[in-house]
């Protein structure tokens, strides 16, 4: 599969919510680094990220596009309350090695009702 095929699958995965099958797209030494927190590294942390991310709030990715290159694919997303941001996945051997998303974290706590830290 081409890395833009991957994170369609991966955009599936995490509409469901499931935090296993989100798993199985990473490397065992994977890095999730989400800009407004601090890099996630290996498959059974990410695991656990994306664990406590669904218990906490019900998100949907809407793919507003999703452009290939070599082994990058970069998706540009959007959410049913208007938040938007964008991915950036790096793809080696039909696994994801790295991850980096950019979004506004103030926005996203704000549309879940979550705490905001002082």
């Not at 919510?17 to 990410?46: M, S």
């Not at 656990?48 to 694919?73: K, S, V």
Request: contains cysteine.
């Amino acid at each position: 599969m081409q890395p833009k095929q991957i994170v369609e699958q991966w955009v599936l995965a995490f509409n469901e919510g499931d935090a296993d099958k989100l798993a199985d797209f990473y490397a065992p030494n994977a890095v999730n680094h989400q800009v407004a927190n601090e890099p996630v590294i290996g498959k059974t942390a990410i695991h656990a990220m994306f664990t406590a991310e669904f218990a906490n709030a019900e998100m949907t990715c809407i793919i507003e596009q999703i452009l290939q290159d070599g082994d990058w694919a970069i998706l540009e997303w959007k959410d049913p309350v208007g938040l938007r941001g964008c991915g950036f996945f790096q793809i080696k051997d039909g696994l994801i090695v790295f991850q980096r998303g950019y979004w506004d974290k103030l926005s996203f706590l704000r549309a879940h009702d979550l705490p905001i830290p002082q």
